[in-house]
């Protein structure tokens, strides 16, 4: 991708004009929620403007435009990453996707679900297992479920390199193991994770996979059949759409048998006085009023980023984190978590990169960058056993997107460079 073709990206992004202390806004925070484009606002505020209605219900002319528009952004979702749009449920975001997961695991522990759900029913002597990187949203309801079930939570290790310990995960996934949930890349070290090999390892024993893709879907091609996972989740303001739309996928047959922890109108077939029966994936999971323009307009914003390429947007994320990465690790002082992009090794990374400055406190480094108009992430993350393996509290994290360009990425470099020096600790 070419810079003309970035600058041509940028102009479908009002926000990217506007200035911030007096500096033109620098906005490298995509890994926390991504900017719009003009076509996903006004495709949203359309849907207000001529659309909206109640989905699923009502036999006029606006409940039938607004359920074929709701409809129609599923199977666009469902096309994005490679499956069938009954294995497509909307969420509130991909933390709900989990919970909905984990709470649904633990319904069928209680006898719910009737011989379908057997597979998900958990107990003392079954094992959960997740590694060491995850974010809070996928390690906190396997935590929970274990504590509801009497199931071991286990983890797989961090190496020092920041790669997940594929050694530590053959040990660890056994015949005991019922779920590994794991992240596609990691929202703190910005490392691919080795998908394939977790998959292997899972499956082999006969255990569900659960993949947090929330920071690959906006950034690499996703094909979820190939992958082979069993769930997986992500959120649509990650990848231009707004706020309070995620998705779950789940294989067709593992979301009929999943018992629903959501429940009342719309997900049902029968409602008697004393019990009801549901509706088969993936209305039985989308319980009350849905999220309809937002996902609407995540199916715009999925139009977006196919017209603009995803194998083209992985490519110059590719050449950003390269810079990002290169330039940190020139600076005295700072350490960067996390491994050194290296396709000859196999190592691939995200174009995000979260360091610490010796000598200073990541909010002061975000604010220092903050007064030149450059917008970044610092805190742990919601990450904070990864970070600890780390030995540090917080980090700042710089995330980029496919409306960076190169000089922005040049821009924040310098200016950890110089906060060094006005903090005097250079």
């Known amino acids: 991708m070419e810079l003309h073709d970035v600058e041509r990206i940028r102009a479908d992004f009002p926000i990217l004009g506007r200035e911030v202390n007096g500096h033109p806004l620098v906005y490298l925070d995509s890994g926390a929620t991504s900017q719009k484009p003009q076509r996903v606002i006004d495709v949203e505020r359309s849907y207000y403007e001529l659309n909206n209605a109640a989905v699923h219900r009502g036999a006029h002319t606006l409940a039938g435009e607004a359920t074929e528009l709701f409809e129609d952004a599923r199977a666009t979702v469902a096309r994005f990453v490679g499956v069938a749009d009954d294995e497509i449920v909307w969420t509130s975001n991909a933390t709900e996707g989990l919970n909905l997961i984990a709470y649904g695991m633990s319904n069928a522990s209680l006898g719910r679900g009737g011989d379908a759900a057997r597979r998900f029913r958990l107990g003392e002597g079954d094992e959960i297992v997740v590694t060491e990187l995850e974010h809070h949203a996928n390690l906190v309801p396997w935590q929970e479920l274990a504590f509801r079930t009497g199931a071991t939570l286990r983890v ?81 303001h990650k990848m231009l759409a707004p706020t309070g739309v995620g998705v779950l996928y789940g294989r067709s047959e593992l979301l009929n048998a999943l018992p629903p922890f959501l429940t009342g109108g719309s997900m049902i077939t029968t409602v008697g006085l004393t019990e009801s029966e549901f509706l088969p994936a993936p209305m039985r999971f989308e319980a009350g009023t849905q999220r309809v323009s937002q996902a609407i307009a995540l199916a715009s914003a999925i139009d977006y980023l196919g017209e603009v390429g995803m194998a083209r947007i992985a490519g110059w994320e590719a050449q950003l984190g390269e810079r990002l ?54 805190g ?38 110089d906060s060094r020096a006005f903090f005097g600790v250079a």
């Open 325 to 378: 990465y290169q330039g940190l690790v020139a600076i005295p002082g700072v350490r960067v978590l996390g491994p050194a992009p290296d396709a000859a090794a196999g190592v691939e990374r995200v174009g995000l990169a979260s360091f610490v400055v010796d000598g200073i406190h990541s909010h002061d480094v975000g604010q220092f960058l903050d007064d030149r108009g450059i917008a970044v992430r610092v």
């Open 156 to 236: 797989i290790g961090v190496g020092d390199d920041g790669r997940i310990r594929l050694d530590d995960a053959a040990e660890i996934i056994g015949e005991r193991t019922r779920v590994v949930a794991f992240a596609h890349v990691s929202n703190v070290l910005g490392a691919v994770n080795p998908v394939a090999e977790l998959v292997a390892l899972a499956h082999g024993v006969g255990a569900l996979v659960v993949l947090d893709a929330c920071q690959s879907a906006p950034h690499l091609s996703l094909d979820l059949a190939a992958l082979d996972v069993d769930f997986a989740v992500f959120s649509g």
């Open 380 to 417: 742990h993350h919601c990450a904070q056993p990864v970070h600890r393996r780390f030995g540090v509290t917080a980090t700042t994290r710089v995330s980029t997107y496919l409306y960076n360009t190169p000089d922005e990425v040049d821009q924040a470099v310098a200016a950890v460079a």
